[in-house]
């Protein structure tokens, strides 16, 4: 039996390893830079770096890395070993304060889009003090930002650790006008819950779609898809289960809080959810447990998708990112409080947070864009593209009380006077019903539900950081100059909720009807990434990011440049595996097909005309002209994907006609591709159909 709390961490130079291993000064100047984010003293660092490798040797590490977060949205990672030659032909192994705290990779291989002109090949990474160093196979990792030579962030971990403060800044405002002048830091929490699809190796090797684009881009529906509702929360099949069992064990020794699982809505598809932490930690630990996942699956002989659609026509894959505030004295600023005054600070945190939703809808529908999302978000699985927001139906009851200043039908039927009466305590399970819902309140937390599987979490978290900031700033701008507190409370509450009320839904948000009142309330609705894209970069994105210090016009404008490349250099990809796949397997399967049939029928017929060949002519017909039609259609979808280049002066006409032509494109190949599916069967299949595929973890 593995002792858990033992491998919990195992891996980690954590608070416990730096207090067994570092002198008592050294200890405390690091804990200082730690909780205040200021530089760290070379001599400290040299003390640091000196003990971690002795650690990291100890637990089998021969490199070291500079673990950063470059915008392709997988982690990168250059190894150095730690020898150094000491004459003789002899080593040492050493690792100096210097290489601990900054490391130089060559920043011209990365995504930093209009900003690839403007600096030179150089980049930095610095080390990130507030996020555990590990070793992870035989390598020291040392979490750090990415930055180019003239200082602008090339990494998703820079900005989100500029959101976290702007928040905490502003955060801290509010709470001292409610008497918390003891809170030192507040930060933002995240628990995100992973979906992924778990196959077999095989079968995921003979899909040269699933290698090179983590979708199928054919595969006619099964004949058993998700209809039963039998996979959800079903038991877990032993291999799966095996996987399952790894995954935690490794996860834990990273000290990643590993806590639940289960199978997920489609066939093959499970979940797994961490505890919640700071949401730096929890996105470090988010981009590992994805890592972790595909290696370990690779072990058991399974390949893990994260895409988030991997399958057409059964639910794709999301995240769920809960989000809350929390103060470094253990209070949840979204926890609605026992006593008047926790009442009235938990709904102006609430109301600040319904404030920047309705404010910036925008922002927040871009910051769950991505090629592979497009398939999910409005789609009868997922939110619905347009943003809003659930709080349950109690809640709204005291927010419409508090608006129109009317008795809230609570059992005691006390007046709602903010501040001045209790607020009707509502217990938590009622809030946490709405599953359609894209960010929806859970009882202390809110769930933005619009992610997409393989995504980092970074992205989102530096929205929703950077906007409740900016409502907080609002409030606390106003309420520090109030000449009567509570009185300015009540009226800024009031206003705001009437102001942004619209926001609040609490019906069924993969209804059609929604779509509609939502247009009449006057909600946006961005239906694709390429419709998203451009509000990242709108005047009023760019004054609230460069206010809270999160992004400068130049780091955001050449973020849109890198989203938009993204965005096109992915269809392309899965246009350019389409045209193969199709060239070197669907091609052979229809002919071998049309061969067999065509053999059949002369030979019946030599045999005598009591033979029937009404089927065979009949099949031969369908398959011919499905034949015609893919081979029409593949020649139209080659024209476009050479057409594209004509586009490619603008990235975002680039990426319109991409969305516009080639993807629409590819849809219609795909649909007479899976017809000709369905009538060929699977023996003169290329390739591995769906039943193959979804079924193949027994
Ligand atoms: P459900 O499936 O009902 O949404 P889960 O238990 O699967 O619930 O996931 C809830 C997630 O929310 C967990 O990752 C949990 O750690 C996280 N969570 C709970 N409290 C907070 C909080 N205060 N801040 C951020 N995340 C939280
Ligand atoms: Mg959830």
Redesign the pocket.
């Known amino acids: 039996m593995t002792n858990i709390p033992e491998l919990f961490g195992s891996m980690v130079f954590n608070d416990e390893v730096m207090r067994e291993r570092l002198p008592k000064d050294i200890y405390k100047a690091l804990r200082k830079t730690m909780q205040s984010g200021k530089h760290l003293e070379l001599d400290v660092a040299n003390v640091v770096a000196n003990a971690m490798k002795d650690w990291a040797v100890e637990k089998g590490a021969t490199h070291y890395t500079h673990w950063f977060q470059p915008m392709t949205g997988v982690t990168a990672e250059k190894h150095d070993s730690f020898i150094s030659p000491v004459g003789d032909g002899k080593i040492i192994m050493e690792f100096s304060g210097k290489e601990l705290v900054k490391g130089e990779p060559d920043a011209s291989s990365f995504p930093s889009g209009g900003l690839r002109a403007t600096f030179e090949a150089r980049g930095y990474t610095a080390w990130d003090p507030t996020s555990y160093a590990f070793v992870k196979d035989g390598t020291l990792y040392i979490p750090t930002a990415f930055c180019s030579y003239t200082g602008e962030v090339l990494d998703k971990k820079t900005p989100l650790l500029r959101s976290m403060e702007a928040i905490d800044k502003q955060a801290k405002r509010v709470l001292k006008l409610f008497g918390n002048d003891n809170v030192k830091r507040v930060s933002t929490?995240?628990?995100p819950?992973q979906e992924y699809f778990l196959i077999d190796k095989e079968v995921y090797e003979k899909r040269p779609d699933l290698i090179y684009t983590g979708r199928t881009l054919f595969g006619a529906r099964p004949s058993k898809g998700q209809e039963m509702e039998d996979h959800y929360f079903g038991s877990i099949k032993p291999r799966v289960a095996a996987f399952m069992k790894d995954l935690d064990e490794e996860l834990w020794k990273f000290g990643i809080l590993a806590?639940?699982k289960h199978n997920e809505v489609a066939p093959a598809q499970h979940e797994l959810?961490?505890?919640?932490s700071t949401t730096n930690i929890a996105t470090d630990h988010n981009q590992l447990t994805m890592e972790i996942m595909k290696n370990v699956a690779s072990k058991h002989g399974l390949a893990c998708l994260l895409h988030e659609k991997p399958f057409a026509g059964v639910n794709g894959s999301g995240k769920?990112n809960?989000?809350?505030l929390?103060t470094d004295t253990g209070m949840?600023l979204l926890e609605p409080g026992d006593t008047p005054s926790q009442n009235a600070q938990f709904l102006l945190f609430l109301t600040a947070v319904i404030k920047a939703v309705d404010d910036y809808q925008d922002l927040m529908r871009v910051s769950a864009a991505s090629a592979g999302n497009d398939h999910r978000l409005g789609a009868n699985e997922a939110p619905p593209a347009v943003v809003s927001m659930f709080i349950g139906e109690e809640l709204e009851g005291i927010l419409d009380a508090i608006e129109s200043g009317t008795l809230y039908h609570e059992k005691e039927k006390t007046l709602m006077e903010i501040g001045a009466s209790v607020l009707p305590h509502f217990p938590k399970d009622t809030t946490?019903r709405n599953r359609t819902s894209p960010f929806a309140f859970?009882g202390?937390?809110f769930?933005f539900r619009m992610l997409g599987s393989s995504m980092s979490i970074s992205g989102p978290n530096i929205v929703l950081n950077t906007i409740v900031a900016e409502s907080l700033e609002q409030f606390a701008d106003r309420l520090e100059n109030a000449a009567d507190f509570q009185t300015e409370l009540n009226a800024l509450i009031k206003e705001n909720i009437k102001e942004h009320k619209r926001i609040i839904f609490n019906g069924n948000g993969y209804d059609d009807e929604w779509l509609k009142e939502a247009e009449k309330r006057g909600l946006s609705n961005l239906k694709s990434t390429v419709d998203a894209l451009p509000e990242f970069v709108s005047e009023k994105s760019k004054k609230v990011f460069t206010k809270h210090g999160v992004f400068t016009e130049v780091e955001l404008e050449s973020r849109y440049e890198i989203l938009l490349e993204n965005y096109y250099k992915t269809i392309n990809i899965e246009a350019l595996t389409m045209v193969d796949m199709v060239k070197k397997g669907v091609f052979q399967s229809v002919l071998k097909y049309q061969k067999d049939l065509a053999k059949v029928m002369s030979e019946k017929k030599a045999l005598g005309a009591e033979f029937d060949v009404t089927m065979e002519s009949s099949l031969l017909e369908k398959i011919s002209k499905l034949s015609a039609s893919i081979y029409k259609n593949l020649e139209v979808l080659e024209n476009s994907i050479v057409e594209a280049k004509n586009h490619d002066s603008d990235a975002y006409e680039e990426a319109k006609y991409y969305r516009e032509v080639v993807f629409d494109n590819m849809n219609v190949l795909r649909t007479v591709v899976d017809e000709a599916e369905a009538i060929v069967g699977k023996d003169y299949w290329a390739y591995p159909t769906y039943e193959e595929i979804l079924y193949s973890v027994l």
Do not use: L, R
């Open positions: 929490t995240v628990g819950e806590k639940t959810a961490p505890i919640f769920h809960n989000w809350s929390s949840n946490d859970t202390n937390k769930e």
